[in-house]
Structures are given as C-alpha cells and as structure tokens.
C-alpha cells in the first residue's frame, strides 16, 4: 500500500467517499483528513476488440493504448480509417482514471501513468502495468487465430508500446509510435540488446504538435537506429493528432513489414496505395 498525499484536519470523524478518482474525505462534525492510498488489486478490464468482416487468414494484431486522458471508445474510431484488408484491431484501457475539466464541463479520462509523483509508487505500478498490456496480447492470441503483433500508442501510450516490445522482443513484431517519447533512462539496456533486429519502429508525429515536441521523436530516432533498430520517422502536416493519412501509412509498413530502410519506403508507401495518401514534404 502507497500513500501519495495526507491533509490534516484537527478533528476525529471522518466519512469516506469512493469516488473514481480515489477516496475523497469529508468532515463529519469538526473535521477529518483526507489521502490518496494506492492498493494493488485484482480485476477484469474490458479491451475494445474489433474484428474484420472477411479477415485475412491470421491478420495481424494492432494493440491500442491510448494517450494521457483519453478514452478506449475514443481511440476505436481509428477503425473507419484502416483500409482493407483490415488487422484484428484491440483497444486497451488505461488504468487509472482522471477528470479532465473545460469549457464544455468535466469528461473522464485515462492515464497509463499513476497520478502521483511518488517514485517509489511508480517502481511498482509501471511494470505492473506493463504485465497488463503483456497478458491482454497473450489472452487475444489465444482466442483469435492472429498473424504478427504490432503496439500503437499514441502520446502517453508511446512509452508504454516502446517498453513491451523491448521487454518482449518475441511476442512483439512492431512499435507505431505516434506522437510520443522514448525514455532509456526508465528502461533496462539489456532490452535494447535483446530486441535490436527483432522490433522494428515506424514513428509518426506531426510537424506543428504543441504538446510533444517533435524533436523527441528525433531523438528516439537516432537512439534506436544507433542500437541496430530499423525505424521509420514520419514526419507530417499536422499538430499532436493522428491524421488518417499517417495512419494509413503506418498500417501499410505494418502490412509490409521489411520497409525499413528509408530510402525504399516512400516511394513504395506512396505508389500501391492511391490518393489517401500525401506525399512527404
């Protein structure tokens, strides 16, 4: 058991509300105190799970993880962009809720991240959560009959796809990092041994993102590729966002896995395709 945070109050009474976000105190009488604890626990999470109509004979596997306060159901959407023939498309949940509040109200979210600056509480929840996305890949390969496996995340749910796959360089066959980081100090280097050769890395972020600096998907770039990793950097005309064309384009290099040198991807991710597709600027 974590404690994140204790508040004080002089008084002795104190009710207990569970809420989404933690537990919430309230002063009976006098006062009460009010903390955040963190229990490890034991539950079932549901996975968004989309198959296609006429699959493929073992379609690849596309597991989702979302961004920072974003939902399942929101990140499903990418279906209607995925062209045929489709993968096996799984939507995983993030664990640990958040109240994001605007102009329009409050809406509830997700973090992959503990909501909490504990260090120590992050030693612990980070791998577990790890282990999470691992066993839900491990239960969808049993019940379906899928071909390769491939994490996209997108923001936040980058460094949790980059983790995976170099923690499990033979369950997992591609990262689609979508407008997020890489974080090699929070990662052991014998993974990046292990997994050199084995994960190949398309990165896709947009040119005008105001929240993840593009910069960082650069710098991954040149990490990884400096380890023996084949990488993908797309580049686009867009902000933090994934835009349909660079989905597109990632599922046809998941399609077409051994376009990793950059000299032959473009013209070959540009020419089969059509005009979905823009070309690189």
């Given at each position: 058991m974590i404690r994140e945070k204790r508040m004080k109050c002089p008084a002795a009474v104190l009710l207990v509300i569970l809420t989404l976000g933690g537990g919430a105190g309230l002063c009976i009488?006098?006062?009460?105190?009010?903390?955040?604890?963190?229990?490890?626990a034991g539950?079932?999470?549901?996975?968004?799970?989309r198959v296609p109509a006429e699959p493929a004979v073992k379609p690849p596997l596309l597991v989702v993880l979302h961004g920072?306060?974003?939902?399942?159901?929101?990140?499903?959407?990418?279906?209607?962009?995925?062209?045929?023939?489709?993968?096996?498309?799984?939507?995983?949940?993030?664990p640990y809720p958040m109240l994001l509040t605007g102009d329009k109200g409050s809406v509830l979210g997700w973090s992959w991240d503990p909501l909490s600056p504990d260090e120590k509480l992050w030693e612990q929840a980070v791998p577990k959560t790890a282990m999470y996305i691992i066993n839900t890949i491990l239960a969808l390969r049993k019940k379906y009959e899928t071909g390769e496996v491939f994490l996209l995340g997108h923001s936040?749910?980058?460094?949790?796809?980059?983790?995976?796959?170099?923690?499990?360089?033979?369950?997992?066959?591609g990262v689609i990092a979508m407008a997020g980081y890489l974080d090699p100090e929070r990662l052991p280097q014998k993974w990046f041994s292990r997994a050199s050769g084995k994960v190949s890395v398309f990165i896709g972020h947009g040119r005008k993102d105001a929240q993840v600096d593009p910069e960082d998907s650069?710098?991954?770039?040149?990490?990884?590729?400096?380890r023996g990793f084949a990488v993908i950097l797309d580049e686009f005309e867009g902000g933090h966002s994934m835009t349909w064309d660079v989905v597109r384009r990632a599922q046809a290099w998941m399609n077409g896995i051994g376009m990793n040198d950059e000299t032959a991807y473009w013209p070959r991710i540009l020419s089969p395709v059509g005009p979905v597709f823009n070309s690189p600027q």
């Open positions: 009488g006098e006062a009460a105190s009010q903390e955040t604890i963190y229990i490890e539950f079932l999470s549901p996975v968004l799970v920072r306060g974003d939902t399942a159901a929101n990140m499903a959407g990418m279906w209607n962009g995925l062209m045929d023939p489709k993968p096996i498309l799984a939507v995983l949940e993030a936040q749910g980058v460094s949790y796809a980059y983790r995976v796959a170099l923690q499990k360089p033979d369950l997992v066959k650069r710098k991954a770039k040149a990490y990884l590729s400096e």
